[in-house]
């Protein structure tokens, strides 16, 4: 059985797979193909591409969007703001937040595409991460990582750059 709470004024793309439990507020949108697995969490204005896999007890504040191909596994939370570009995998547990120390809404990470987010990686508000990125898993990212760079530690720091094909 499944039991989930789907709002009306919600736009569900084609051959979408849907777990159990899951909330989808008012003006998310799930692109063609993309699973969502149980406990899935979306708040108003989500938008999510083709192809994506959403793992179980994903949250998302709202206001996000997430590329195509995307992967999201188990227990992220993707804050307000967030903007994750296509092909990107995010290991389980990655968290990022879209507030300053004063509690002002400075917007989420923006994150390119064919990025890898490791394991319980945190992502400070409003830093960039440019595309093949690499975020090494446990790491505390606190200011914009360039392009094609490997990265990681509390806080994270360059570990090296990754050869032009």
Not at 25 to 41: A, H, Q
Not at 130 to 144: A, C, E
Request: hydrophobic letters at 35%; charged letters at 20%.
């Amino acid at each position: 059985m499944s039991y989930n709470i789907i709002s009306d004024k919600a736009k569900i793309g084609k051959n979408v797979t849907m777990g159990s439990f899951c909330v989808i507020e008012d003006d998310v949108e799930i692109g063609d193909n993309t699973v969502l697995r149980n406990y899935v969490e979306l708040r108003k204005g989500t938008i999510i591409g083709n192809d994506c896999y959403i793992d179980s007890r994903v949250s998302s504040s709202g206001d996000c969007i997430i590329g195509n191909h995307v992967t999201v596994r188990y227990d992220s939370i993707i804050a307000r703001g967030v903007r994750i570009g296509d092909h990107t995998y995010i290991c389980p547990k990655m968290m990022s937040n879209n507030l300053n120390t004063e509690g002002v809404q400075i917007g989420g990470a923006n994150i390119g595409s064919h990025v890898f987010v490791g394991t319980g990686c945190v992502l400070q508000h409003g830093i960039k991460i440019g595309d093949n990125s690499i975020l090494g898993s446990m790491s505390y990212i606190n200011k914009d990582i360039p392009a094609d760079e490997i990265w990681f530690g509390n806080p994270a720091r360059l570990y090296k750059k990754i050869p032009s094909k």
